[in-house]
């Protein structure tokens, strides 16, 4: 089992910047590969960014690539996204997640954290 909590969330104005962070107890951390998902009300969940095992691969969806940073530290067992230039359409709720194998089959979610940017 792995627990993921986050932090971090709350109301900012757009081309504000938060910081969100997920810290992991239980397995061993550096097995999984870790991302952020997000949704906004009455949308799919969607991937937002992806860090391999190592912290040497980074993956980001389009529509955040050159605003938002994820990165991780396998010895505090955390991940964290770095949020810039945010913008309304940012809103939404931001799980951690984590999979030992593939996006296709995420093994564990956190509970979540609002993100709301202000216009």
């Known amino acids: 089992q792995v627990q993921l909590v986050e932090s971090g969330g709350g109301l900012v104005q757009a081309g504000g910047s938060l910081r969100l962070s997920c810290a992991a107890s239980?397995?061993?951390?550096?097995?999984?590969?870790m991302g952020w998902f997000r949704q906004a009300p009455g949308k799919e969940r969607e991937f937002v960014a992806a860090v391999t095992k190592s912290g040497a691969g980074l993956y980001y969806a389009d529509s955040v690539r050159g605003r938002f940073t994820i990165s991780r530290d396998n010895a505090k067992k955390t991940m964290s996204l770095q949020m810039n230039s945010l913008k309304p359409e940012d809103t939404a709720v931001y799980y951690c997640?984590?999979?030992?194998?593939?996006?296709?089959?995420?093994?564990?979610w956190g509970q979540g954290t609002q993100v709301t940017v202000s216009s």
């Open positions: 997640a984590a999979t030992s194998t593939d996006w296709s089959k995420v093994g564990y």
């Open positions: 239980g397995r061993t951390f550096s097995n999984y590969y």
